[in-house]
C-alpha cells in the first residue's frame, strides 16, 4: 500500500507533458516510466497520456512547477541549460514528501527524463526516497 500510495503522489505530478526552454517536443501519445524508491521498497509504474500542443511548448520552468504542485510541494529553480532544469522541493505537510531536489532533461524532441532525492515523512519516520522518470513519445494520440 505505502509503495502504491508513493507512486501515485509521483505520477500526478510526472503525466508526459512538455520541458525545455521552450520544450519543443512533438505532440502525440507519450509514455512515462515511473520509479520511486523508499528505503528499500520499490515500485514501477507506466502510464499514457496525450501530450497537446499548448505542453509540447511549456517551458522546464513551468513543467517544474507542475511536478512540484503535483506532490504538494513547491519549487524554486536552481539552475537551467537549454535541455535542463534543476529545482529544490519544499513540500506542505499534508504532502508525504518533504523536500527534495530533482533534475530535468530533454533528451530530445520525443523523450525527457527527470530523477529526484527526496525526503519521506511516513508515521513520524524520516525516510530518503528517489524518483526516476523515462518519458517518450509512442505514436500518434488514442482516441
Known amino acids: 500500500m505505502l509503495k502504491h500510495l508513493l507512486c501515485l503522489a509521483a505520477i500526478g505530478a ?18 512515462t516510466t515511473l520509479t520511486v524508491t523508499l528505503g ?21 520552468e513551468g513543467l517544474a512547477e ?5 506532490m504538494g510541494c513547491t519549487s524554486e529553480i536552481t539552475g537551467t541549460t ?3 532544469v534543476a ?13 527534495g531536489r530533482a533534475t530535468m532533461t530533454r533528451v530530445s524532441s520525443t523523450g525527457f527524463t527527470l530523477e529526484g532525492e527526496l ?8 525516510m530518503p526516497a528517489t524518483i526516476k522518470a523515462n518519458s517518450g513519445r509512442v505514436g500518434t494520440c488514442e482516441s
Not at 525526503?119 to 524520516?126: P, R, T
Open 82 to 84: 537549454a535541455d535542463t
Open 14 to 31: 510526472i503525466a508526459p507533458v512538455a520541458t525545455a526552454v521552450p520544450g519543443n517536443f512533438i505532440t502525440g501519445q507519450w509514455e
Open 87 to 99: 529545482f529544490d522541493l519544499s513540500c506542505s505537510p499534508e504532502s508525504v514528501f518533504t523536500e
Open 40 to 60: 528499500k521498497l520499490s515500485d514501477t509504474q507506466t502510464l499514457s497520456e496525450c501530450m497537446a500542443p499548448e505542453e509540447a511548448n511549456q517551458s522546464m
Open 119 to 126: 525526503g519521506a515523512d511516513i508515521n513520524g519516520q524520516l
Open 66 to 70: 507542475e511536478f512540484a504542485g503535483g
